[in-house]
């Protein structure tokens, strides 16, 4: 059964700690992996997609890497403002652009 | 900007009623995607559509339908609310299905409540 894993389930970083999310997936046939961020009271926002493995995205202080196996959103010196749900999604190639996600990871950071 | 609506923010039902959640996309997008939202549990599909009074069941399709007349919008009917619906129902579109570049753009949700 295809899978997504995600971990921790929440993290609490100081302001500047840098750290790294996980998503882990058990998945045929990836097409894609999608990294979205979710606010309190919205709907999930795209982030990055990633493709193949070795491949890297960056955005501000966010960085997004891909394995065979698992993909990594590092966080460098995050501020309060990057507090959010990080949601991770497969994209299984199927026509209608389906994706699995994973449960997410809640982050806060404290100034 | 692509901007998805959701009609409702908030909706109350009792059990048994049939309830209509409606969604609105403005950038002629082809692809149209309800998930529910609930803790520890991420995101699961329950319909999608991908044109015009075209659609597919998702993960969790049992109790809920939908119904898509015009592009621009797609209909979740949950024919008889049960209290194993309460949730945040997201919808999404995207622009094509065959490509992978397409990200979903989500509405900010409707928190269902069934009493």
């Known amino acids: 059964e295809d899978q997504v894993t995600q971990s921790p389930e929440a993290l609490r970083l100081q302001e500047g700690e840098s750290s790294s999310l996980n998503c882990s997936y058990t998945v045929s046939g990836l097409r894609g992996l999608f990294w979205y961020r979710q606010d309190p009271g919205k709907g999930p926002e795209f982030l990055f997609t990633l493709y193949s493995a070795g491949e890297e995205k960056e955005k501000e202080r966010l960085k997004a890497t891909l394995t065979k196996k698992e993909s990594f959103l590092h966080i460098t010196a995050p501020k309060p403002e990057d507090s959010a749900t990080y949601l991770c999604a497969v994209h299984l190639g199927e026509y209608g652009n389906k994706l699995v996600f994973g449960a997410g990871t809640i982050l806060r950071v404290k100034s | 900007d692509v901007k998805v609506t959701q009609s409702s923010r908030y909706l109350v039902k009792r059990t048994g009623e049939k309830v209509f959640l409606e969604c609105v996309q403005d950038?002629?997008?082809?692809?149209m995607f309800w998930y529910r939202q609930d803790p520890g549990l991420g995101l699961r599909l329950i319909y999608f559509s991908y044109d015009v009074k075209m659609k597919e069941k998702g993960d969790i399709p049992e109790g809920y339908s939908v119904s898509r007349e015009k592009k621009e919008r797609f209909s979740l009917i949950l024919e008889s609310a049960s209290t194993n619906q309460t949730s945040m129902y997201l919808c999404?579109?995207?622009?094509?299905?065959?490509?992978?570049?397409?990200?979903?753009?989500f509405g900010n949700g409707t928190r269902l409540t069934v009493t």
């Open positions: 999404a579109s995207s622009l094509d299905g065959t490509d992978f570049n397409s990200p979903l753009h």
């Open positions: 950038m002629d997008h082809e692809n």
